[in-house]
């Protein structure tokens, strides 16, 4: 997972549309391993979900994922490109418009 926000900018995740706590207290109930990155959030989420593995870089986040969210337009996650290759597979869910990776499959619209 890229980003455990809705917004850009914002250090809060404990308040509506701008937190994906659901989302994230679904997969964790389905048993899926979560490994998250997101350099402002990732103090709040701690509180919230203690047991995530916060990752130092999205390439850490994404080696050896079966799949991706993207759930923000941080404009680094914009260059993003080989650091799907680190990927076990290639599933990308991107809902915010930012990753353009030619070449590659599997990135949503």
């Known amino acids: 997972m ?3 926000r809705y917004a850009t ?3 809060d995740v404990d308040h509506g549309p701008f937190s994906h706590v659901f989302e994230i207290a679904e997969l964790l109930r389905r048993g899926a391993a979560v490994a998250a990155y997101d350099p402002l959030a990732v103090p709040s989420m701690r509180r919230v979900f203690p047991g995530i593995d916060y990752a130092a870089s ?3 986040a994404l080696r050896g994922a079966d799949a991706c969210l993207v759930m923000t337009e941080w404009p680094e996650f914009s260059g993003l490109n080989g650091e799907f290759d ?3 597979s ?3 869910i991107e809902g915010r ?3 353009s990776c030619d070449g590659k499959e599997g990135i949503c619209w």
Do not use: E
């Open 2 to 4: 890229i980003s455990l």
């Open 9 to 11: 900018l914002l250090r």
């Open 58 to 60: 999205a390439a850490d």
């Open 86 to 88: 680190l990927m076990k």
């Open 90 to 92: 290639r599933v990308v």
């Open 97 to 99: 418009r930012v990753l």
